[in-house]
């Protein structure tokens, strides 16, 4: 998957979130990380200076402007390719019978073009260069002060609760089988962000992690996903997906989850639904469901996972692809665009990156589901940063759902961003 003229580079041996926080200040940096010291799948780390050519689209034309560009650009290999992000309301566009798209401060798609890159290999711990770029110097970042107000829900737990309800009277009237509901956190931000999350990616992580800068307009992304989206090999056309689908604290028994019956059922459907999703794109009789539920071991919690393969079709672009799978069944619900269409009507606010995709986007493609997401609003500095962190949790909801075991998932699920506040807090009374 590398392209042929990665060179590798002897002797350095720092993690890839260590080589990202020795990156220059000057330099804003798209950082896909890989916690590939517990998964397979999460094998390539890729750091690359955010100053190539930026491809940001809004508006009805995205996905035809995004699809004209692939065409142009595109590669076999990871690298040279485009890395950034699609937002969820870019999924608007692909079906216009879900909702109108919103007005938001985050475009449908933002991504730049990497010609120039370091990728870390953690299946032999080696880093090359790619495009003839050196790594920084290694250095052990200083600290700066911090500080984090308390996250607060943007609406309140009886909302959520009443949410949950209208989607089980949904399922119960037959518009749908499941949708996933999502809730909002935020909090007042000062100071080193891009210190705190790299400290996260590096700690805690993610097995599909990003840290991506846009400094111009004082937007950042923090992702600490554990879900793959998509897989695609631009040499063989296999491509893999792998949902996500209940959820239990780190601290209960594995078994509890396994043994779950609603659980079972809620990863069930969306495996069936991406089956249907991929079938749309690839070969005859390739479709296979290599794993139907197994569970995994995450940050703070354990997750049930499916995984899909096939083989795309010869004529099927990458944005065949998305347009047959995105967004990703796990975070709509099934059938996918009459429970986007609920979602619109129970959700007051656009999802953004939350819930979209990141990573790379081209013939070979890498790209997470981006949940266990934070987005930075502020100024432009992400070294002395003041603004906003949005976070977002959601649940699968079916009709053997309680809405008050579904409020207790969603607060489940911000047990990792409380891990990034906690280290913002740290490193602050560190300082101070």
């Known amino acids: 998957m590398l392209p042929f003229n990665a060179k590798p580079i002897p002797h350095l041996s720092a993690s890839p979130a260590q080589v990202a926080a020795s990156w220059s200040r000057?330099?804003?940096?798209?950082?896909?990380?890989g916690n590939g010291k517990h998964s397979k799948w999460s094998r390539w780390s890729i750091i690359a200076?955010?100053?190539?050519?930026?491809?940001?689209?809004?508006?009805?034309?995205?996905?035809a402007t995004l699809r004209a560009r692939l065409q142009t650009n595109s590669k076999d290999s990871l690298l040279p390719n485009w890395i950034?992000?699609?937002?969820?309301e870019l999924g608007l566009v692909i079906e216009p019978s879900v909702a109108s798209i919103p007005t938001q401060a985050w475009p449908l798609v933002d991504l730049f073009w990497c010609e120039k890159a370091l990728v870390h290999d953690s299946k032999t711990n080696d880093w090359w260069s790619v495009g003839e770029i050196d790594p920084p110097k290694i250095s052990t970042p200083l600290s700066s002060s911090l500080s984090c107000s308390t996250l607060t829900d943007c609406a309140d737990d009886a909302s959520y609760i009443d949410a949950v309800k209208k989607t089980i009277e949904y399922i119960h009237a037959g518009d749908i089988f499941q949708a996933n509901i999502t809730r909002r956190f935020t909090s007042v931000i000062d100071g080193d962000i891009r210190s705190a999350a790299l400290a996260m990616l590096d700690k805690q992580g993610g097995w599909f992690g990003a840290w991506i800068e846009f400094p111009e307009d004082g937007r950042f992304v923090l992702s600490m996903s554990p879900e793959l989206f998509l897989q695609i090999n631009?040499?063989?056309?296999?491509?893999?997906?792998?949902?996500?689908?209940?959820?239990?604290?780190?601290?209960?028994?594995?078994?509890?989850?396994?043994?779950?019956?609603?659980?079972a059922a809620e990863l069930h459907m969306i495996v069936d639904l991406m089956r249907n999703d991929l079938g749309r794109v690839c070969e005859f009789g390739t479709i296979e469901v290599r794993e139907a539920r197994?569970?995994?071991?995450?940050?703070?919690?354990?997750?049930?996972?499916?995984?899909?393969?096939?083989?795309?079709?010869?004529?099927?672009?990458?944005?065949?692809?998305?347009?047959?799978?995105?967004?990703?069944?796990s975070i709509t619900g099934a059938p996918k665009i009459r429970a986007m269409q609920i979602i619109d009507k129970l959700e007051d606010s656009p999802r953004g990156p939350y819930c979209g995709a990141i990573g790379i986007l081209g013939n070979s493609t890498m790209l997470n589901v981006g949940i266990r997401t934070a987005l930075f609003t502020g100024s432009k500095d992400p070294a002395n940063f003041h603004g906003t962190m949005t976070y977002s949790t959601g649940c699968g909801i079916v009709a053997e759902s309680d809405p008050h075991a579904e409020l207790a998932e969603s607060e489940v699920k911000t047990h990792i961003l409380h891990s990034l506040v906690g280290t913002i807090q740290k490193n602050s009374s560190e300082v101070n």
């Open 84 to 88: 950034g992000y699609l937002g969820y």
């Open 26 to 33: 000057e330099e804003p940096i798209v950082a896909l990380i």
């Open 234 to 263: 631009g040499e063989t056309g296999e491509i893999i997906t792998r949902p996500m689908k209940g959820t239990r604290p780190e601290v209960e028994s594995p078994e509890t989850l396994l043994s779950s019956e609603k659980d």
């Open 49 to 63: 200076p955010a100053t190539g050519e930026r491809l940001t689209l809004d508006g009805p034309e995205a996905m």
């Open 294 to 329: 197994t569970i995994e071991k995450h940050p703070t919690v354990w997750q049930c996972v499916g995984e899909v393969r096939g083989k795309i079709r010869k004529d099927a672009s990458i944005c065949d692809v998305l347009e047959a799978t995105f967004p990703a069944g």
